[in-house]
C-alpha cells in the first residue's frame, strides 16, 4: 500500500514538472549562438511558468512565492550599438573639445602667414606744447616740441627672411594635421568605450536574467522539496540544502542587479549624460563570424591608418620644419617700411611743407646674441629627433596590441563554442540529476551540484558570446577601423 502511494504522488511531482516516466526528460531547446532577448540557457528541467501553473495546489498551500523573470519595461527607451556611438560623438565632452583645439589650431595657421602680408596702420596726432622747448630726460632724443596737429599712416612689408616664415607656415599646417588626427583618435576612444560600456551593460543585463530565472528554478524546487518533507518523503536534509541553493541564487540576484545598474551609469557617462536613464540595450551586430586567420594584414593595415600614429608622425615632421625655422634665424632679415603723412596745423617757420612722405629697405644681420640662435635650433633639433623616437616606439605599440587583440579575438571565438557544448552538456546533466532525484534514486547534493554546474555554464556562455563581441570592437580599434 505505502510502495502505490509512493508510486502515485512520485507520478503526480513528475506530472507538475513535464516529466515523463516512461519517456524520459522532455526534450530542450539547445542554445543558438545569436543573443537573443532572454537567452535559452535560462529553460532548465521543466517550464518555470507552466511549473509555478502545475504547483498552485501544493506550492500555494506552503506559501512560498515563486519570483517571475523581468520582463522588458515599454516605457524604457531602446537603444543600439550604432545609436549609443552616434550619442556618444555628439554628446561626450572628449570630442567636442578635441574639435575646438584643431579649429584653434587653424587660427595658428593664418596667424603664422600673417607675417607674409603687409602692416599698415594709421597715426592722428595734436600737441599743445611750449614751442621749442626741448624734451631733457627720460630719453636721449633731441627732438623739439611744438604746437601740432597731423595725420599719416605707416607701412611694413616683410621681403625676405631666407626661409624661417616658411617653415613656420609649414610647421603651423602640420600642427594642425596633427591636431585633426588626434581629433580623429579621441572619437575612435570614445567609440570603443562605448562599445566596451555598451555590451559590459548588455552582458549584466542578461546575467540579471540568468540569475533571476535561477531563482525561479531554485525557488520551485525548494517548495517541492517543502511538500516532500512534509509528507515524509524527503528528509530536513533535502529541505536545508534546497533552502541554501535558494539562498545562494538571492545573493547571485542582488551582485546582478547591482552589476547591472553600474554597468548602466558607466554607459551613461560615455553618451555624455549627467543623469541616470536606464535604456533598454538591443545589439545590432551581425551574427558572429570568425576572427581573421592571420594578423599580419591587420598589423600593416593599423600602421596605415590608426590616426593617433598619424599625429605623432605629423607632430615629428613639425618639429623637423620648426628646427629649421629655429636655424634661419641666423639668416638676415630684409623687409621694406613706407610712411606719408599731412601736417595742416603747424609752426610754418619750423616746417617746410605740409606734408612728408618716405620710403625705405632695412636689412636686419644678426652678428651675435649670446649663441641663443644657435641653442634654440639644436633644442629643436633634438627635440624632433625625440618626437622620431616617439613615433617609433608607437609602432611597435601597435604591432604588439593588434598582435594581442587578434590572439584574444581567436580565444574568445573559440570560447564561445565551447562554452556552448559546456552549457548543453551541463542542461543534460541537470535533467538527468532532476529525473534521479524523482524517482528516488540521488541525494539532494547531486541535484544542487547539476543546478550549480547548470547555471555557471548558463554564465560562461552568456560571457563568452558578449567577451567575443567585445573582443572583436577592441580589434577594430586596434587597426584604427572606426566602426
Avoid at 529553460?43 to 502545475?54: K, T, V
Wanted: aromatic fraction near 6%.
Amino acid at each position: 500500500m505505502h510502495r502505490r502511494t509512493s508510486r502515485a504522488f512520485l507520478a503526480l511531482i513528475c506530472a507538475s514538472m513535464g516529466i515523463s516516466i516512461q519517456g524520459g526528460v522532455s526534450a530542450q531547446t539547445k542554445p543558438q549562438k545569436t543573443l537573443p532577448d532572454a537567452p535559452p540557457v535560462l529553460q532548465l528541467a521543466w517550464n518555470a511558468s507552466e511549473g509555478q501553473q502545475a504547483m498552485s495546489g501544493i506550492g500555494a498551500q506552503a506559501g512560498a512565492p515563486v519570483q517571475s523573470s523581468s520582463a522588458p519595461d515599454p516605457n524604457q527607451a531602446r537603444l543600439t550599438r550604432s545609436a549609443a556611438e552616434k550619442m556618444a560623438l555628439h554628446n561626450n565632452p572628449r570630442v567636442s573639445a578635441s574639435h575646438l583645439v584643431a579649429l584653434a589650431q587653424h587660427q595658428v595657421v593664418r596667424e603664422t602667414r600673417s607675417a607674409y602680408l603687409p602692416n599698415a596702420n594709421a597715426n592722428l596726432t595734436a600737441m599743445d606744447a611750449e614751442t621749442g622747448s626741448r624734451i631733457s630726460s627720460g630719453s636721449l632724443t633731441a627732438s623739439r616740441l611744438f604746437e601740432h596737429a597731423g595725420a599719416g599712416a605707416n607701412l611694413t612689408q616683410l621681403i625676405t627672411d631666407f626661409g624661417r616664415t616658411t617653415n613656420l607656415i609649414a610647421f603651423s599646417k602640420l600642427q594642425e594635421k596633427a591636431q585633426n588626427a588626434t581629433a580623429l583618435a579621441t572619437e575612435e576612444d570614445i567609440i570603443v568605450a562605448c562599445d566596451q560600456a555598451f555590451y559590459n551593460a548588455l552582458q549584466a543585463q542578461a546575467l540579471l536574467k540568468v540569475a533571476q530565472q535561477n531563482v525561479t528554478t531554485r525557488q520551485t524546487t525548494d517548495t517541492q522539496v517543502q511538500e516532500l518533507t512534509k509528507n515524509k518523503l524527503r528528509s530536513i536534509l533535502d529541505l536545508s540544502f534546497a533552502d541554501v541553493n535558494l539562498s545562494q541564487a538571492k545573493l547571485l540576484l542582488l551582485d546582478a542587479q547591482n552589476n547591472a545598474d553600474s554597468s548602466m551609469a558607466a554607459l551613461d557617462a560615455v553618451l555624455g549624460l549627467d543623469h541616470l536613464v536606464n535604456y533598454d540595450l538591443v545589439d545590432d551586430s551581425d551574427s558572429l563570424q570568425p576572427p581573421p586567420d592571420d594578423a599580419g594584414p591587420l598589423i600593416t593595415l593599423g600602421l596605415q591608418q590608426r590616426p593617433d600614429l598619424q599625429a605623432l608622425n605629423f607632430t615629428q615632421q613639425s618639429e623637423v620644419r620648426f628646427s629649421r625655422a629655429q636655424r634661419d634665424q641666423l639668416f638676415p632679415t630684409i623687409s621694406a617700411a613706407g610712411t606719408v603723412g599731412s601736417v595742416p596745423v603747424r609752426p610754418d617757420q619750423y616746417y617746410t611743407s605740409n606734408w612728408w612722405g618716405g620710403v625705405g629697405v632695412n636689412i636686419n644681420i644678426p652678428i651675435f646674441n649670446g649663441f641663443l640662435y644657435t641653442a634654440q635650433a639644436k633644442e629643436a633639433n633634438l627635440r624632433a629627433q625625440a618626437s622620431a623616437e616617439k613615433s617609433r616606439q608607437l609602432r611597435d605599440v601597435i604591432v604588439r596590441d593588434i598582435r594581442t587583440s587578434w590572439l584574444a579575438a581567436n580565444t574568445a571565438y573559440q570560447r564561445v563554442t565551447v562554452s556552448a557544448q559546456l552549457l548543453d552538456e551541463a542542461n543534460l546533466a541537470l535533467k538527468l540529476a532532476q529525473t534521479r532525484y524523482q524517482m528516488g534514486l540521488s541525494s539532494i547534493v547531486e541535484l544542487s551540484q547539476a543546478q550549480y554546474q547548470q547555471t555557471d555554464a548558463a554564465i560562461g556562455n552568456t560571457n563568452a558570446q558578449y567577451q567575443y563581441r567585445l573582443a572583436l570592437a577592441t580589434l577594430n580599434y586596434e587597426i584604427g577601423a572606426t566602426p
